[in-house]
C-alpha cells in the first residue's frame, strides 16, 4: 500500500476515524483533502468512499484547525473538479 499523510476526526460521540489524504489543495483561502477512510486503503479489492473536508483554522491556535465534511453542494461542485485534475496528474488510482 502507498504511504499516505493521514488525519483522524473525533466525532461528537467520541468516536474516532482515520482517513489517508489522497490529495490537498487550497481555495480562497481555505484548505481542502479529498481523503477515504484507512479500511477502506488497506482492503484493495473492495470499493470504498471518497470524501473532501474543509479545514477550519482556530483563530485561538492556527497551527491546528478543525475539519468539517463539505456536504453544500455548490461546494462540492467548485472544489471536486480540481481533486479529479489533480488526481489525473498524479499516480493515484481513485475511482469516483
Known amino acids: 500500500m502507498e504511504e499516505f499523510e ?3 476526526i473525533t466525532f ?5 476515524a ?3 489524504v489522497l490529495e490537498q489543495t487550497q481555495l ?5 483533502y479529498l481523503v477515504a477512510p484507512v479500511e ?6 473492495e470499493e470504498g468512499e471518497c ?7 482556530d483563530s485561538e491556535d492556527p497551527e491546528y484547525g478543525m475539519y468539517e465534511f463539505v456536504e453544500d453542494e455548490e461546494e ?3 472544489v471536486f473538479p480540481i481533486f479529479e485534475e489533480l488526481l489525473d496528474e498524479s499516480d493515484t ?3 469516483f
Do not use: A, P, S
Request: charge should be negative.
Open 18 to 20: 482515520e482517513f489517508c
Open 76 to 78: 462540492l461542485n467548485v
Open 28 to 32: 480562497m483561502g481555505k484548505n481542502y
Open 93 to 95: 488510482e481513485v475511482e
Open 51 to 57: 470524501f473532501i473536508l474543509r479545514e477550519n483554522v
Open 40 to 45: 477502506d486503503m488497506e482492503n484493495d479489492d
Open 6 to 8: 493521514t488525519i483522524v
Open 12 to 16: 461528537e460521540d467520541g468516536e474516532e
